[in-house]
T-cell receptor, first 115, second 118 residues
Framework: QKEVEQDPGPLSVPEGAIVSLNCTYS??????FMWYRQYSRKGPELLMY????GNKEDGRFTAQVDKSSKYISLFIRDSQPSDSATYLCAMSPPSMDTGRRALTFGSGTRLQVQP | GAVVSQHPSRVICKSGTSVKIECRSL??????MFWYRQFPKKSLMLMATSNEGSKATYEQGVEKDKFLINHASLTLSTLTVTSAHPEDSSFYIC??????????????FGPGTRLTVL
């Protein structure tokens, strides 16, 4: 079983739709959660960063974390064609030192927003 | 803030040559940088972790003599692909960790380098 599971998609929605992207994880040590957006042939761009259960909102994006269920979500309201990209969830345990501690990524979900 | 640059963005080389890729954190100091490889429509595969002033830590299956990593300063890490072969053709992405103490990892990614080995 992978530590982080993410549906690869593709997920196709009409412009203006609400998009829900999800990841589940198995490692209860994960305490910090991120969502990255990656356009084709580009590096990932950090969208959201959360470290507590509940919701965090930033513009059209809402990140939701449910640690008891080991489930995180990213909601995109009023989706636009420019939101078409691959969305990667990532997570990490607390880091108390500068040693080797990398993020664990989901496989990414490809989103296509149709105009 | 938190900008990471990579150079070159694209490189084409002949089989057997070596290629150096630079990763720079432009507005913060990064004691740790990471190198990833990504195949088309696949997720990021961590190759190695680069700590400033010390040897890199490589993931299982990654040849350290083939992928040389140097992290000579708090803002620069380099990846050298030695004696490149066509199977090394890939998208290489670096990230720099903005270490916020107790909060855990926040990594910022460079734009990536597309390597094509002929």
């Amino acid at each position: 079983q992978k530590e982080v599971e993410q549906d690869p998609g593709p997920l196709s929605v009409p412009e203006g739709a609400i998009v829900s992207l999800n990841c589940t994880y198995s490692n209860s040590a994960f305490q910090y959660f991120m969502w990255y957006r990656q356009y084709s042939r580009k590096g990932p761009e950090l969208l959201m960063y959360t470290y507590s259960s509940g919701n965090k909102e930033d513009g059209r994006f809402t990140a939701q974390v449910d640690k008891s269920s080991k489930y995180i979500s990213l909601f995109i309201r009023d989706s636009q064609p420019s939101d078409s990209a691959t969305y990667l969830c990532a997570m990490s345990p607390p880091s108390m030192d500068t040693g080797r501690r990398a993020l664990t990524f989901g496989s990414g979900t490809r989103l296509q927003v149709q105009p | 803030g938190a900008v990471v640059s990579q150079h070159p963005s694209r490189v084409i080389c002949k089989s057997g040559t070596s290629v150096k890729i630079e990763c720079r954190s432009l507005d913060f100091q990064a004691t740790t940088m990471f190198w990833y490889r990504q195949f088309p429509k696949k997720s990021l595969m961590l190759m190695a972790t680069s700590n400033e002033g010390s040897k890199a830590t490589y993931e299982q299956g990654v040849e350290k003599d083939k992928f040389l990593i140097n992290h000579a300063s708090l803002t620069l890490s380099t990846l050298t692909v030695t004696s490149a072969h066509p199977e090394d053709s890939s998208f290489y992405i670096c990230s720099a960790r903005d270490f916020a103490g107790w909060r855990g990892d926040t990594q910022y990614f460079g734009p990536g380098t597309r390597l094509t080995v002929l």
